[in-house]
């Protein structure tokens, strides 16, 4: 039986991409291999020009086409990293390039898109609608697909990651490698195994869309809802995909969401470097399992970093507030004068910054004469919070922790 893709098609991919596509960096991270108690290198996929690794397949497919495929053009379904991929080097190359994009996809990203030379269509809510749009430009018009992971060349052209990894550090034990449609792990896992046969091959799925899973492992688990890793939520792997995962790939995780909301903030804060949902999924699932990985060299792939700036702050209060450096807290007070005077003071001579404070007196499940205060508080971490908390107590002060998922009422 022929195989859907072989090494030396990745090698042959590896020659044709060279100084056309960047040759990113791979750096052990000493603050990462501290923590999880492993030697982890990172392989820094956010630093191709579009912020994605995707530009490897969609270059490797697109120097693949005829004469006569180029002149008709090319066209690509996606609403995120494969349209840019696509974009840019469709426009480099003088192929005229068609994306269809869902109605709903971000302004942000559509701008992105047709800055970098392609012809942007928005046709439907879904992407299943944006799909059907494209296959009938398609027909109409005679453009050749750049599938986003389904194809050999695309396939080929994500597998020369691994070659560059391995390359650059032969002793590495063990890849883990976040899960879509299935594109970057079939190329990587094929190229891999070719190199070294006895290096681990992890995949890592969001717990909302465990689609290769359900494949590899013959369940039924259901695929949807919001993710933070939209750019691996995918319900339907590929039909190749799945064929070159199942010989080459030794195991799946599925992080939860929590796990890929840390893991950004934690390449943001120990390695500087930004992070999209799915970038941060080899690391959610190092996190999440760390005694697994314990002793081991790993190399982990942040595969993109185009994130939404809005919710990357948002993920960064969202740590502080878990790690305590934020707290918020409702104190249900005696309405007398001085009182938020005093209260401001207890905090003040314990180091507390005081971020916000909302004083209301119209909640009818509080006494009359009374009122609530809601103080959200900067403070040096989670030991220091409940330092305050026991002070404001001291002073006979009914304190409430919020903003944690629920109410903690304190005795």
Known sequence: MTKIITYQHIKNAHTQLKGQVEHTPFIKSARLSALLDASIYVKYENMQATGAFKERGALNKLLALTDEERKRGVIAMSAGNHAQAVALHATRLGIPATIVMPCDTPHVKVAATSAFGASVV??????????????????????????????????????????????????????????????????????????????????????????????????????????????????????????????????IILVSETAIEKAINTYLTLQKTVAEGAGAAGLAAMMSQPERFA????????????????????????????????????????????????????????????????????????????????????????????????????????VMRIGKGEGEHRP
């Open 122 to 251: 928005l046709a439907g809510e879904t992407v299943d609608d944006a799909r059907e749009e494209a296959n009938r430009l398609s027909n109409l018009h005679g453009y050749t697909w750049v599938h986003p992971f389904d194809d050999p060349w695309v396939m080929a052209g994500q597998g020369t990651i691994a070659i560059e990894m391995l390359e650059e550090v032969p002793q590495l034990d063990t890849l883990i490698i976040p899960i879509g449609g299935g594109g970057m792990i079939a190329g990587m896992a094929t190229a891999a195994k070719a190199i070294k046969p006895t290096i681990e091959i992890i995949g890592v799925e969001a717990e909302l869309y465990p689609s290769m899973w359900n494949v590899v492992q013959q369940d039924h688990r259901p695929a949807g809802g919001t993710t933070l890793a939209e750019g691996i939520a995918v319900k339907e792997v590929g039909t190749l995909t799945r064929q070159v995962a199942k010989d080459t790939v030794d195991d």
């Open 295 to 398: 002793g081991k060299t790993v190399g982990l792939v942040v595969c993109g970093g185009n994130i939404d700036p809005r919710l990357l702050t948002s993920i960064m209060l969202r740590e502080l507030i878990r790690s305590g450096n934020i707290m918020s807290i409702r104190c249900i007070i005696p309405d007398r004068p001085g009182l938020l005077a005093d209260i401001s003071n207890i905090i003040g001579k314990l180091g507390g910054n005081i971020l916000e404070v909302s004083h209301q007196r119209m909640f009818l499940d509080v006494p009359a004469k009374g009122a609530t205060l809601d103080v959200t508080i900067e403070t040096r971490g989670a030991e220091h919070a409940e330092q305050i908390i026991k002070d404001l107590e001291a002073h006979g002060i009914n």
